[in-house]
């Protein structure tokens, strides 16, 4: 893979490469792109950028100063596998082009800064991240809503409830049951050539991969494991992976959504995030404390817990995150750690005894997150716990359905919804402008946003249950 902007010239020439596209993520957390004639990309595009209009960019520019430049990284170059001109991908940060500066909405510029901010604390140099995501892949999707109507319907030719559909020319069964889809062989599980072609797909871009399988749900649900990275690599990755996996769903017919929560009554989709840090090519997270954890793993999983509230408005920035946290489905709800409980929210993975492989798990995350500002928060909670040294208390290593109600009150837990959560950030944000990682103006943003195009218009709509409920009294 290509290092510097001389080598990504030099495969443009010797591979004949016709268009070169730029893409860039916006706030929300979708590639937006652009395709140049390869003669329009030079060495200053990888310094002054490309010129664009960020006015119709979500929750960034108004129109009247809406100029901006995407500046290409050339070590995320990698050949498209869907398009039919050779075309040369990369992956851009945004800038401010009177000023040079980076942009300070660009979730990518955020991820550099946290970064920074990390080296300045002196607490490490590294943060490793391994993102988990899971999706499910479906045959059919169809929603509307109207004024007089609101309706969705997804299907999938492995989902349970088409055990007695006849329209399949002849059903075969061997369809998941609900809850039972984890790792089963073909014929039930009819997937496993269209998962390997996402994962193999994903190494020809640049993301190191690992395993495929089926996950939990019926119905399709699935999750490719891909290596871990240094913070902005890792969100590179995991926008690749998702990029991948959505157009060669799209090559067999079908569809793939990363909403943590499309089926009711069964497992939803979450994106665990692995995480550790690392101090001049050493790792920090081993020792001699609770799971082989060291002071500095124990108190950054301390800052997580604390700040967990608030970093769920990153983490899980959807209504849609909050269906799926609700206890009974492994969901990870209890605001605590352990090495085992996977209802907690921080787990510690069995690593053996190599130190390099010690982190710890944050649960919570799906993948409708922006990994940039999910992953650059979890970090500056890290930092902070590390910073003020904040015990994460006693881990939480009994079931917790063997509780008694008391003992479970005791157990912290997460927001019930995402108005919950932005309410959370609101009070508690002290953690993420520090170093000037996130800025006061973009949380605002945040929130104004979420509230105005997510919260408050799923508020003013009737639910179709409320039909089942309440038509009739």
Same mark, same amino acid.
């Given at each position: 893979?290509?290092?510097?902007?001389?080598?990504?010239?030099?495969?443009?020439?010797?591979?004949?490469?016709?268009?070169?596209?730029?893409? @860039?993520?916006?706030?929300?957390?979708?590639?937006?792109?652009?395709?140049?004639? *390869?003669?329009?990309?030079?060495?200053?595009? @990888?310094?002054?950028?490309?010129?664009?209009?960020?006015?119709?960019?979500?929750?960034?520019?108004?129109?009247?100063?809406?100029?901006?430049?995407?500046?290409?990284?050339?070590?995320?170059?990698?050949?498209?596998?869907?398009?039919?001109?050779?075309?040369?991908?990369?992956?851009?940060?945004?800038?401010?082009?009177?000023?040079?500066?980076?942009?300070?909405?660009?979730?990518?510029?955020?991820?550099?800064?946290?970064?920074?901010?990390?080296?300045?604390?002196?607490?490490?140099?590294?943060?490793?991240?391994?993102?988990?995501?899971? @999706?499910?892949?479906?045959?059919?999707?169809? @929603? !509307?809503?109207?004024?007089?109507?609101?309706?969705? *319907?997804?299907?999938?030719?492995?989902?349970?409830?088409?055990? +007695?559909?006849?329209?399949?020319?002849?059903?075969?069964?061997?369809?998941?049951?609900?809850?039972?889809?984890?790792?089963?062989?073909?014929?039930?599980?009819?997937?496993?050539?269209?998962?390997?072609?996402?994962?193999?797909?994903?190494?020809?871009?640049?993301?190191?991969?690992?395993?495929? *399988?089926?996950?939990?749900?019926?119905?399709? #649900?699935?999750?490719?494991?891909?290596?871990?990275?240094?913070?902005?690599?890792?969100?590179?990755?995991?926008?690749?992976?998702?990029?991948?996996?959505?157009?060669?769903?799209?090559?067999? +017919?079908?569809?793939?959504?990363?909403?943590?929560?499309?089926?009711?009554?069964?497992?939803?989709?979450?994106?665990?995030?692995?995480?550790?840090?690392?101090?001049?090519?050493?790792?920090?997270?081993?020792? !001699?404390?609770?799971?082989?954890?060291? #002071?500095?793993?124990?108190?950054?999983?301390?800052?997580?817990?604390? *700040?967990?509230?608030?970093?769920?408005?990153?983490?899980?920035?959807?209504?849609?995150?909050?269906?799926?946290?609700?206890?009974?489905?492994?969901?990870?709800?209890?605001?605590?750690?352990?090495?085992?409980?996977?209802?907690?929210?921080?787990?510690?993975?069995?690593?053996?005894?190599?130190?390099?492989?010690?982190?710890?798990?944050?649960?919570?995350?799906?993948?409708?997150?922006?990994?940039?500002?999910?992953?650059?928060?979890?970090?500056?909670?890290?930092?902070?716990?590390?910073?003020?040294?904040?015990?994460?208390?006693?881990?939480?290593?009994?079931?917790?359905?063997?509780?008694?109600?008391?003992?479970?009150?005791?157990?912290?837990?997460?927001?019930?919804?995402?108005?919950?959560?932005?309410?959370?950030?609101?009070?508690?944000?002290?953690?993420?402008?520090?170093?000037?990682?996130?800025?006061? !103006?973009?949380?605002?943003?945040?929130?104004?946003?979420?509230?105005?195009?997510?919260?408050?218009?799923?508020?003013?709509?009737?639910?179709?249950?409320?039909?089942?409920?309440?038509?009739?009294?």
């Amino acid at each position: 893979m290509p290092q510097t902007p001389q080598d990504v010239l030099n495969w443009i020439q010797n591979e004949n490469i016709q268009v070169v596209d730029l893409k @860039f993520i916006d706030m929300p957390g979708t590639w937006q792109h652009l395709t140049l004639y *390869h003669d329009q990309i030079d060495e200053s595009s @990888f310094t002054d950028g490309v010129a664009f209009d960020g006015s119709s960019i979500r929750g960034w520019k108004a129109i009247n100063d809406s100029d901006m430049a995407m500046v290409p990284d050339p070590i995320t170059a990698w050949i498209d596998p869907f398009m039919k001109e050779p075309t040369l991908s990369m992956i851009c940060t945004i800038k401010e082009p009177r000023t040079g500066q980076l942009y300070d909405r660009c979730p990518r510029a955020i991820a550099e800064r946290a970064l920074n901010y990390l080296a300045n604390t002196e607490v490490g140099d590294t943060a490793y991240f391994g993102p988990e995501a899971e @999706f499910f892949i479906f045959d059919d999707v169809r @929603f !509307d809503q109207k004024e007089n109507e609101c309706y969705y *319907h997804v299907d999938s030719v492995e989902g349970r409830w088409n055990t +007695g559909r006849q329209e399949e020319g002849g059903n075969l069964g061997y369809k998941p049951r609900y809850k039972e889809g984890y790792f089963p062989v073909p014929p039930t599980d009819s997937m496993q050539d269209i998962r390997t072609e996402m994962l193999l797909t994903m190494a020809k871009c640049g993301v190191p991969i690992e395993k495929q *399988h089926h996950e939990v749900a019926t119905g399709g #649900q699935a999750e490719l494991g891909i290596k871990f990275g240094p913070i902005i690599q890792a969100a590179d990755y995991l926008m690749t992976y998702k990029y991948c996996i959505k157009n060669v769903a799209r090559k067999y +017919g079908k569809t793939v959504t990363f909403m943590p929560k499309p089926l009711f009554n069964d497992n939803g989709s979450g994106m665990h995030t692995h995480m550790s840090l690392w101090k001049a090519g050493q790792p920090l997270f081993w020792g !001699d404390g609770y799971a082989n954890l060291s #002071q500095v793993a124990l108190w950054a999983i301390g800052g997580i817990l604390k *700040h967990a509230p608030a970093l769920l408005a990153f983490t899980n920035p959807t209504t849609n995150s909050y269906k799926r946290l609700v206890p009974g489905f492994e969901a990870p709800v209890n605001l605590a750690y352990s090495q085992g409980n996977r209802s907690a929210s921080v787990r510690i993975p069995l690593t053996g005894s190599n130190p390099k492989a010690k982190r710890f798990e944050f649960r919570c995350p799906d993948a409708t997150s922006n990994p940039y500002l999910a992953f650059s928060a979890m970090l500056c909670a890290a930092i902070d716990g590390v910073k003020n040294q904040i015990d994460p208390g006693s881990p939480l290593d009994v079931d917790i359905y063997d509780l008694s109600p008391e003992e479970l009150a005791k157990v912290p837990s997460t927001p019930g919804s995402l108005l919950d959560a932005l309410e959370a950030l609101r009070q508690d944000n002290g953690f993420l402008t520090a170093g000037g990682v996130f800025s006061d !103006d973009f949380i605002e943003n945040w929130i104004e946003y979420k509230l105005d195009n997510e919260v408050n218009p799923m508020r003013l709509r009737p639910h179709p249950y409320e039909f089942a409920l309440y038509y009739d009294v």
